[in-house]
């Protein structure tokens, strides 16, 4: 096992990927990604199948899976869109891509949704992943809004990004939205006094895009919401692996926990009066 002391970890992580930016071909390569991941979510919700994926496994599996959420388990599984059952490969970057299933009990969908839409608070509700947040404008189902997200794993990296986010009732008891990062820049000395915010695409490129398509249904006595999240990350450099690997691979899935198990919190001022 390399152990390295965290000064010296640091020191090389910022000295490798320093200056790290998006090459036309690696967002093209994502920009498909996503084309083909949304094109398969318009099929799910144009047919009369399944709404969400836990409905699309065998009986079997699908009972053990909800008898597992229902009990509190948060499940979470990596997914990957092909193109014609072949990999889509992103030179120079990863494309990340994680869904995550948590049941809320007692919830009721429109409640829910009131705290998914309540921007301006989402520092509050998501803090430490959520630093700051505001909703920049709202027309009907469109929103606009500012998050900056805090990533951490030995390093910390801090993120303003921009985001439109569309939702629609599918379905009666069903709300689906899509929130889509237009704007992604990395921030030096957060809060302090040298704040510095990056223009897009410079930085360590630890994350690049970020694509979010949730879903929620009423099921029984609570709601069950999926969140599916895309992202785009630079690649590993070669021979650091062992030091940059962990934090590149597993923020993205960690983030995605982290956000179920906040938003599973705050439930309970949701809960339906009786």
């Not at 991941?37 to 699908?62: K, V």
């Not at 429109?110 to 998501?126: E, K, P, S, T």
């Not at 895009?209 to 992202?231: A, I, K, W």
């Not at 630079?234 to 691979?249: C, K, M, Y």
Request: overall charge positive; aromatic content about 8%; hydrophobic content about 40%.
């Amino acid at each position: 096992m390399r152990v390295v002391p965290i000064a010296m970890f640091c020191w090389i992580a910022g000295a490798s990927l320093a200056g790290a930016q998006p090459q036309a071909k690696t967002t093209a390569a994502f920009d498909e990604y996503v084309r083909l991941t949304e094109a398969r979510l318009d099929s799910e919700l144009a047919g009369a199948g399944r709404y969400l994926r836990i409905d699309s496994h065998p009986q079997a599996r699908r009972e053990a899976e909800l008898t597992r959420v229902k009990s509190g388990t948060i499940l979470i599984e990596p997914l990957e869109t092909l193109q014609n059952g072949r990999r889509i490969e992103a030179p120079d970057g990863l494309i990340h891509h994680w869904i995550a299933t948590v049941f809320l009990p007692g919830a009721d969908v429109d409640r829910v949704v009131a705290v998914l839409q309540d921007y301006d608070h989402h520092a509050q509700l998501f803090a430490p992943g959520v630093m700051r947040s505001k909703l920049r404008a709202r027309q009907g189902d469109d929103f606009t809004m500012y998050l900056r997200l805090v990533r951490t794993k030995v390093i910390t990296v801090v993120l303003d990004t921009e985001n439109e986010v569309r939702y629609s009732s599918p379905r009666a008891g069903c709300v689906e939205f899509r929130a889509r990062s237009t704007s992604v820049r990395e921030v030096e000395d957060a809060g302090k006094a040298t704040e510095a915010v990056k223009p897009a695409g410079e930085g360590h490129g630890f994350m690049w895009r970020l694509n979010t398509y949730g879903r929620l249904e009423m099921r029984g006595d609570g709601v069950l919401v999926q969140f599916e999240t895309v992202s785009l990350s630079r690649d590993i450099p070669f021979g650091l692996g062992w030091a940059i690997g962990p934090f590149v691979t597993s923020v993205p899935r960690e983030s995605l926990m982290f956000t179920l198990e906040t938003l599973r919190r705050h439930v309970p001022s949701a809960r339906v009066q009786r």
